[in-house]
């Protein structure tokens, strides 16, 4: 019997061969073939050669990721900036930018010398501090603007600033109200006064702000108020809720009559101004008229109200600040 392997059994035993895993015997019968098969024998010496070092794979670089983390760091700075940026700007608008004030926010006095402006005073406000104040002119009238923000160590409640028009100035205001006029510093009353100027008595939310700024329930106390505009001659009475003591009678119709007079002046079709009030429990009726006003004043009383310096005038001679 032919004990000669064929080279499919010899390759298939070839790897116990190596690994000294195979008999005696059969060892015997592979190398008898490997000496005659150079094939099988090439096979073998492929098996015995060190297996070449395989190097691992370089990690593959996650360049997404990469780019994230990048776009995320880049995000945050720009996010960072902006906050800064925002920070900035709002501290800005809210102390230098501030917010135009109302001129009832202001208590001030103006000056003109010449071409001059000088504009000084306070903020009614103690939380408020003068971020800045701007100047315009037109037509012989300069605008000033206050503009207030929260009070920090940089500014305070006081103001003083002075401008050169370009024009021969005549009127001075600060927002709506005229503070100087034709060489005649007007007070703060008169201005809102002139500014609360009221055409028609019928219009009574109009004449109660008259009546605030003149300080009526200040110095009367409480009133209500009865208006007649059915037919002329158009009336407007007062009706005081508190009891006059008899010998203030004589001061409190002084006061009465300063204050029709402006009454007077300043609502437009107004006539007659009636104040009724107890003297000692005992109803009292006193009345002021447009005639009574001219006579004090040696002209229609609704001329001393066509401006604002001739209002102040007024306000002077009946000895209201």
Known sequence: ????????????????????????ITNQAIEEHLGDCPDCA??????????????????????????????????????????????TL?????????????????????????????????LTSSGLGISRMTFSDSSGMVQVKVYTALKAFWNSGEFSESYIAGCDVGQVRIDDLILWENGK?????????????????????????????LGVSDQFGPYTNELQTATEPYGWTLCLETDIPRDEERATQDSMTADSYVM???????????????????EQEYTVTAEDAAAYAGRDIKACAQSASQLQTLLESLGIK
Request: charged share 25%; glycine share 6%; proline share 4%.
């Open 42 to 87: 090439e096979a073998l010496r492929r098996m015995r050669e060190p297996e070449a070092k395989i190097e691992p794979p370089a990690p593959e670089v996650d360049y997404l990721k990469k780019v994230r983390r990048r776009s995320t760091g880049r995000s945050l700075i720009i996010g960072i900036v902006l906050m800064l940026i925002g920070m």
């Open 185 to 213: 510093t007007i007070s703060n009353t008169a201005a809102r006064l002139f500014r609360a100027m009221n055409p028609f008595v019928g219009d009574m939310t109009s004449n109660s702000k008259i009546a605030a700024i």
């Open 264 to 282: 007077l002046a300043t609502i437009g079709n107004l006539s007659y101004v009636t104040w009724e009030y107890q003297v000692d429990g005992n």
């Open 90 to 122: 709002m501290s800005f608008r809210i102390f230098y930018v501030g917010s135009a004030a109302d001129a009832s926010d202001v208590a001030c006095h103006v000056t003109v010398e010449g071409d001059t402006v000088t504009v000084s005073g306070t």
């Open 1 to 24: 019997m032919d004990k000669k392997l064929d080279c499919a059994i010899v390759r298939d035993l070839l790897p116990s061969y190596v690994d000294g895993l195979s008999s005696d």
